[in-house]
Each structure stands twice: as structure tokens, then as C-alpha cells.
């Protein structure tokens, strides 16, 4: 169910039944991962080679950094929170945890500068974390 103030996609979601090859190939390798398939994989889908682009972005952006897995987690979700992104936070909640941010630290998160539970790197990375200007 929607609400007014809760926009939705307008676009169809790609059929499953016969998915394009390179759709079938993505959607494979997201299941083979342990991930589900989201509904803005099918969406992006509507252009497939789009998707495969996006995946490898995302995949570097991931594995190739020179941040921590954890650490990119933790701004993931300090960004989501302060851009007002609730599809982001539940989407990354999960993984943060599989990273090994704790549930404290993901609660602590709007006051971190408050408490002692991030280290003096996970410090700097959340002071870098901020509005610059109204979203």
C-alpha cells in the first residue's frame, strides 16, 4: 500500500518469466551471492546493460576501496540518515551488521559525536559525513 507522500515507481518491473539473458546472468549472480534480487534491480533492469554497468560501479565502489567494508557501511547509513533516505537505511541496516558494525554504533549513529563507540578513524570518516546544503 501507498500513501500521497510516499512516492512509487512508475515504471513496470520487468516480467521474470522470460528475463533478458544478460538480466538472467545479473540476477543469478546477486542469488548466487546470498543477496536478493530488489526491485530496483528489475527496474534498472528495463535497460539491462545499464544494470550489468551499475553492478560493476557498485562492485568497485565496494571492493576496491581503501575503506573498510564496515567503515563504508557505517557513512552508507549515516548519509542515508541525514538525507532522509529510509529505503537506504533498511537496505544497508542488514549488511552493516554482516560488516561488523554493531546494532549500539547503528543506534548511536545520529549522536555519534556523543558517545565512545566509534574509533578515532570511524571519528574522522563521520565529521567528513555531513550537509553541506539543504537536500
Known sequence: MTSPDRPISR????????????????????????RRVLNIHRVVGLAPKLLR???????????????PRALQELLILRIAQL???????????????????????????????DTTLFDERQRAALGRATLTEPV
Do not use: K
Open 83 to 113: 538525507n532522509n533516505s529510509e529505503y537506504e537505511q533498511s537496505a544497508h541496516r542488514g549488511v552493516a551488521l554482516q560488516q561488523g558494525v554493531t546494532a549500539e554504533q547503528i543506534r548511536a549513529l545520529p549522536t555519534w559525536r
Open 53 to 67: 554497468a551499475q553492478a560493476t560501479y557498485a562492485a568497485a565502489l565496494r571492493d576496491e576501496s581503501s575503506l
Open 11 to 34: 515504471l513496470p518491473i520487468p516480467s521474470q518469466a522470460e528475463p533478458h539473458p544478460i538480466l538472467a546472468e545479473m540476477f543469478a549472480r546477486i542469488r548466487a551471492a546470498g
